[in-house]
């Protein structure tokens, strides 16, 4: 139950309220697609294993596994989120009184930002792969519980939008501007083909045709 | 930081994840909401105190206690609805042999589920308050860490939309017509003004002139 962690769940949220910056705005956002991943998870599994819906089996086994694999994987993410801000500020508390500290910091700073920046990419990449999941889950999931894989599809595109916010604000600090080109027009890709596949997701478990159904 | 609390927050997903029906997605709901309440904290506390941004103390300081009280209202409320599915269940469970024993179970069943319904309600009112309070955050906290205010309104309008799901999921099943038309009738109102509060705590944090701004 929700009331009972408050050693874990409560002390997560009071971590991140805290005026400290790690965890951030990046970790919340992994759990977050954490918690999507989760919701399918328990579509899936109240689904799994019912005479009723045995025809579901086949692809909800195999969907149910993936959404557990990310959820864990979100969750490192989450870790590596806050290591990687505490490398760049590391970085960033480097010495600057000669030249050749002044480079070395600069070059430690900008490797540093690389891998804050490659963390909520693959947060993104996950998240998007959860929406694509709940696709099915949304379809072939217990219809008593469908509204859980909606609830899901919403929380995954806050998840896959908000960690896209930190993909674009680090690539704006980046040196390499080719380097920030990429990681934009990828965050671009994700965002579009995320937040459709999860509205894809949305819609199906609200039963409502959606715009491309008909396709 | 999130991989330390193996206990905490991951055996919370781990529990959302199993074939258990609580806690649901109406405890999932008040979580992410509980979430983006955390995350406004977090930028009022990393702009608070600070001799930069002195002018916002004022605002901010009672902002930043407002949120704390309604992220601990909101993980109650993810307690007390995984609570008011248990008395549900346990309503539907009770005897239904004689007339007498079939009608004491539809009133049980139905004051249960009018009590399910109180609870994402309430959730949809807080988040409601979470949203409206994240737009002086998203206009008057720390720059640096303004994009943490947007990703708290992205969290803030999934949570309440998903909690608006369970609100209309219930109001569905009750008998009382009129009492459901309330429901709904609130959910609806709720659900406008909130995504337009959370819409537009994402553009103030976003730098990006909404369209209401010139009202």
Known sequence: MAGDEDGGLAAYLD???AGTPAPGGGSAAAVVGALAAALGEMVA??????????EAEASLRPARDRLTALRESLLESAAADEVAYQTYQD???LPRTSDG?????????????????DVPMGVARSVYEVAEILQS????????????????ALVAEAALRGTLLNVRGNAAMLKDRELALTYVTDADRLEEAGREAAQRAYHTAMGVADEHGSR
Chains 1, 2 share one sequence.
């Open 15 to 17: 971590e991140v309220a």
């Open 45 to 54: 599994n109240l689904t799994l294993g019912r005479a009723k819906y045995a």
């Open 91 to 93: 970085a960033a508390s």
């Open 101 to 117: 500290e002044k480079t070395e910091r600069a070059v430690a700073m900008q490797r540093a930002l690389t891998a804050a920046t």
């Open 137 to 152: 889950v949304a379809r072939l999931g217990n219809p008593h519980v469908r509204s859980d894989a909606a609830l899901g």
